[in-house]
């Protein structure tokens, strides 16, 4: 084995290792997600940009969220709809909203 090969493989080993962590990574994020009801408040428009802003409740307590959709979505995110809405069960005021589109 040559010294090129040598720093393919452990360039190789290293690349392993990174993808690895992030993998980890990511399935423990997932675990430690809650998810809940949330309701449409409203749909709005800022430049360039339509939203829905909405409301979930966790443990009692009111959040309020916001997330963008495409134009030709506003017409099914009447207020009052429920949508699925993901978030950090230590601060519950994060969240994510998965593609409102496949809700």
């Known amino acids: 084995m040559n010294e090129n090969t040598g720093r393919l493989i452990g360039l190789g080993l ?5 993808i690895v ?9 997932k675990r430690s997600t809650g998810s809940t009801l949330g309701t449409v408040i409203e749909t709005g428009y800022k430049p360039h940009s339509h939203y829905i802003r909405f409301a979930y409740t966790v443990d009692g307590r009111r959040y309020e969220g916001r997330a963008g959709i495409s134009g030709l979505q506003v017409s ?9 809405v993901s978030y950090d069960p230590s601060d519950p005021a994060k969240y994510y909203v998965p593609d409102p589109y496949y809700l």
């Not at 290293?14 to 990174?18: G, P």
């Not at 099914?76 to 699925?84: H, V, Y």
Request: proline share 4%.
């Open 21 to 29: 962590y992030y993998a980890v990574r990511a399935v423990r994020e």
């Open 76 to 84: 099914r995110f009447e207020p009052g709809l429920q949508i699925r």
């Open 14 to 18: 290293m690349v392993l290792i990174v």
